[in-house]
């Protein structure tokens, strides 16, 4: 989980948090009440939540609320106030928004109690390709608007956020096709990928002219974590479905059978 916390005080507020949230496993960031630098933080980072100082010097609290909400419609707020306010006090843009108030003097409890809930609001993709290729989102299992939609994400994810090329994909997924007929099936599948991680709520992919990138933050995957040494699932089956998943079976392979001694 990555959030970003935004006060004009962070000395008063850093010795607070910095342990609370170190040993939670949170990816955090402190700002002062500098809008230019976390705008521009937001727009190049995927950000789960925004601990939040309302009354800041230089920017008020729920006008920059409103500017991040712009960059990213998903982001959970959370409002730091030493001020007597409720919901019923924020515009409608801002309350959707708005997980809650943490009130100063500042409690521990309390601020557990939100890191909690902008855990539970923080989508987990968990993907099987041992021995086949199958998605979960919140245990449930994600229908792929094609079939070739579903070969192309697992081959996203055996490039683990490096660069798929149109003409890399075209070669494995389509090799014996014509190309100017296997471009217009590539354009396909990559729009009903789209269309699937759209219905899901869940764009993990970077998508550019002839080209995508997997953001793999926020996905669980068997394959990496055999790869990382983190498990031992492997079984001699990969992707069975797919014929170009043969060309990991020799590093696989010799990773299980150097396990075993």
Not at 230 to 237: A, G, L, P, Q
């Amino acid at each position: 989980m990555k959030i970003i916390i935004v006060d004009d005080e962070i000395n008063a507020f850093y010795n607070f948090l910095d342990k609370i949230i170190s040993n939670n496993d949170i990816d955090y960031k402190f700002f002062y009440d500098k809008a230019d630098a976390i705008i521009k933080y937001v727009k190049e980072n995927k950000i789960d939540g925004d601990l939040l100082v309302i009354n800041m010097p230089n920017i008020s609290g729920l006008e920059l609320a409103k500017k991040l909400i712009d960059i990213n419609p998903k982001i959970n707020i959370i409002f730091i106030t030493g001020l007597t306010i409720t919901y019923d006090d924020l515009a409608d843009d801002i309350k959707n928004n708005t997980l809650g108030f943490m009130y100063k003097p500042y409690n521990e409890d309390e601020l557990m109690k939100y890191l909690n809930l902008l855990n539970n609001h923080k989508k987990i993709l968990k993907v099987k390709m041992f021995p086949n290729m199958n998605c979960y989102m919140n245990d449930k299992k994600i229908e792929f608007a094609s079939l070739k939609s579903k070969e192309l994400f697992a081959l996203l994810l055996t490039y683990r956020g490096n660069s798929l090329y149109m003409d890399d994909a075209i070669s494995k997924l389509w090799p014996d096709k014509d190309i100017d007929k296997a471009k217009i099936s590539y354009r396909d599948a990559v729009w009903k990928l789209r269309y699937t991680l759209k219905e899901i709520d869940f764009e993990c992919v970077i998508f550019k002219r002839g080209v995508m990138e997997l953001k793999t933050n926020d996905i669980e995957c068997d394959y990496w974590d055999f790869l990382d040494g983190k498990n031992k699932d492997y079984n001699y089956d990969f992707l069975n479905s797919y014929t170009w998943s043969i060309d990991y079976l020799m590093n696989l392979d010799a990773i299980k059978d150097k396990n075993k001694d």
